[in-house]
């Protein structure tokens, strides 16, 4: 008997969910554990795997489609097994058919179900939207049952972007990228080789989030350099007195993680966010971890860090920066973050601008720690120099107070013993 593939609940708010990818065709034999669909809700990617063997006889929704949180997606049963598909459709869809069939035999006028209180519209795409200012109302949806997707509001954003350039900049594009025939074959004929695919997933939700991000904020980056030879030096004793806990290994990242909670601690204004004009400023941190990934980046959150030893933040980090690799992460766990620290240091980066995670108003970028010569007094000396940059909206946060809260950090860094304390 044939098996149904549900759209899963990732997370606690999860309303509907992507299909990134079928990793089997219809058709294709599965086993019972194998992978066999990529979903995809917000940030999160995880492998959907096969409930039992068989075939994959029916897919429901296609790549890049979304579907609501428990909607069947697909069909695995026995080679040549005939299908009794169920209606996928929610009461809505049933009686919105229903008045149809009654308009066709009565010859009554349908009425304007797609009006604006009746628009289907993904969360995804309703956020995105609000955020860039756009009326849902004037967007054609794409998506099944004409629902709005993020990809027709990213659509519509660009069209506004595009409409707002003055038209003497237009025509100059134009002009550029006018190409003969005959050039257009030629480059085909150089290109051979090149591999094309479309931005899906979770380099799709980076890629508008980023996008969205340098279009709504006034993003400023100010650099500065921390001397933590101290603060290695500390590192070295601590790590050989906690030899008995060997769930305890601090990083640098640990106390630069603890330094910027401390930070934010005393200089507040840097702990907000910027939503609707208004800005919310919060008593308690919630710090932001940014993960690599093989196929992105995730920002794991530890809420009330404020809370939390330098033990406590270091196994956090560990424990959250493992199952962000390992795909495991929900969405509330993505979730409320008030500030974030990225780093590059293990890719032997120096300064560098990251870029702001809205509607947070602040996030630190971290370098690599390099041997340098420092003088001290009259003696030059080799001290371990720390890159730090800071990057703000200036919307919310002017200079001088990004300075002095970027100073702080600093100053924990060059008297790690405060840290502690």
Same mark, same amino acid.
């Given at each position: 008997?044939?098996?149904?593939?549900?759209?899963?609940?990732?997370?606690?708010?999860?309303k509907?969910?992507?299909?990134?990818?079928?990793?089997?065709?219809?058709?294709?034999?599965?086993?019972?554990?194998?992978?066999?669909?990529? =979903?995809?809700?917000?940030? =999160?990617?995880?492998? #959907?795997?096969?409930?039992q063997?068989?075939?994959?006889?029916?897919?429901?929704?296609?790549?890049?489609?979304?579907?609501?949180?428990?909607?069947? #997606?697909?069909?695995?049963?026995?080679?040549?097994?005939?299908?009794?598909?169920q209606?996928?459709?929610t009461p809505?869809?049933?009686?919105?058919?229903?008045?149809?069939?009654?308009?066709?035999?009565?010859?009554? #006028?349908?009425?304007? =179900?797609?009006? *604006?209180?009746?628009?289907r519209?993904? %969360?995804?795409?309703? +956020?995105l939207?609000?955020e860039?200012?756009?009326?849902?109302?004037? #967007?054609?949806?794409?998506?099944?049952?004409?629902?709005?997707?993020?990809?027709?509001?990213?659509?519509a954003?660009?069209? +506004?972007?595009?409409?707002?350039?003055p038209?003497?900049?237009?025509?100059?594009?134009?002009?550029?990228?006018?190409?003969?025939?005959?050039?257009?074959?030629?480059?085909?004929?150089?290109?051979?080789?090149?591999?094309?695919?479309?931005?899906?997933?979770? *380099?799709?939700?980076?890629?508008?989030?980023?996008?969205?991000?340098?279009?709504?904020?006034a993003?400023?980056?100010?650099?500065?350099?921390?001397?933590?030879?101290?603060?290695?030096?500390?590192?070295?004793?601590? *790590?050989?007195?906690?030899?008995?806990?060997?769930?305890?290994?601090l990083?640098?990242?640990?106390f630069?993680?603890?330094?910027?909670?401390?930070?934010?601690?005393?200089?507040?204004?840097?702990n907000?966010?910027?939503?609707n004009?208004?800005?919310?400023?919060?008593?308690?941190?919630?710090?932001?971890?940014? !993960?690599?990934?093989?196929?992105?980046?995730? !920002? %794991?959150?530890?809420?009330?860090?404020?809370?939390?030893?330098?033990?406590?933040?270091?196994?956090?980090?560990?424990?959250?920066?493992? *199952?962000?690799?390992?795909? +495991?992460?929900?969405?509330?766990?993505?979730?409320?973050?008030?500030?974030?620290?990225?780093s590059?240091g293990?890719?032997?980066?120096?300064f560098?601008?990251?870029?702001?995670?809205?509607?947070?108003v602040?996030?630190?970028?971290?370098?690599?720690?390099?041997?340098?010569?420092?003088?001290?007094?009259?003696?030059?000396?080799?001290?371990?120099?720390?890159p730090?940059?800071l990057?703000?909206?200036?919307?919310?946060?002017?200079?001088?107070?990004?300075?002095?809260?970027?100073?702080?950090?600093?100053?924990?860094?060059?008297? %790690?013993?405060?840290?502690?304390?």
């Open positions: 008997m044939a098996v149904e593939i549900f759209m899963p609940k990732l997370g606690m708010s999860m509907e969910g992507t299909v990134v990818e079928w990793l089997k065709k219809k058709g294709d034999k599965v086993k019972k554990g194998e992978s066999l669909v990529v =979903i995809s809700s917000d940030k =999160i990617e995880t492998d #959907i795997e096969a409930p063997d068989g075939v994959l006889l029916e897919i429901l929704v296609e790549q890049d489609e979304t579907a609501e949180v428990g909607k069947v #997606i697909g069909y695995i049963g026995q080679e040549g097994e005939k299908l009794n598909i209606s996928n459709e809505q869809e049933t009686a919105k058919q229903a008045m149809q069939e009654v308009a066709a035999s009565v010859g009554t #006028i349908e009425p304007n =179900i797609t009006s *604006r209180h009746m628009l519209v993904s %969360p995804a795409a309703r +956020k939207a609000r860039a200012g756009i009326d849902v109302s004037n #967007i054609k949806g794409t998506g099944p049952k004409g629902r709005i997707t993020r990809s027709d509001v990213e659509k954003i660009q069209q +506004k972007q595009a409409s707002l350039q038209v003497r900049e237009k025509q100059t594009v134009a002009e550029t990228n006018q190409i003969t025939s005959a050039e257009t074959n030629q480059i085909t004929t150089e290109q051979q080789g090149v591999t094309v695919k479309p931005i899906t997933g979770m *380099r799709k939700v980076i890629a508008t989030r980023m996008f969205a991000s340098l279009q709504q904020t993003q400023l980056t100010i650099h500065m350099k921390a001397d933590v030879t101290e603060l290695f030096e500390l590192q070295g004793k601590l *790590r050989e007195e906690l030899q008995d806990e060997p769930d305890v290994k990083t640098i990242t640990d630069i993680a603890r330094a910027t909670v401390l930070a934010l601690s005393t200089h507040k204004q840097m907000s966010l910027y939503q004009g208004h800005i919310h400023t919060y008593d308690s941190v919630h710090l932001g971890i940014a !993960v690599a990934l093989a196929n992105g980046l995730a !920002v %794991p959150v530890i809420p009330y860090a404020e809370k939390l030893s330098l033990k406590e933040i270091s196994k956090k980090i560990k424990e959250l920066s493992a *199952r962000a690799r390992e795909g +495991k992460l929900s969405s509330e766990e993505m979730k409320g973050s008030t500030f974030t620290i990225t590059l293990a890719y032997g980066v120096e560098f601008t990251p870029v702001l995670n809205p509607p947070e602040g996030i630190l970028g971290v370098g690599t720690a390099a041997d340098t010569p420092v003088f001290i007094g009259d003696n030059i000396q080799k001290r371990k120099i720390l730090l940059s990057t703000f909206d200036h919307q919310v946060i002017d200079g001088a107070p990004a300075s002095q809260f970027l100073t702080a950090i600093k100053n924990y860094l060059e008297k %790690p013993y405060k840290i502690l304390l």
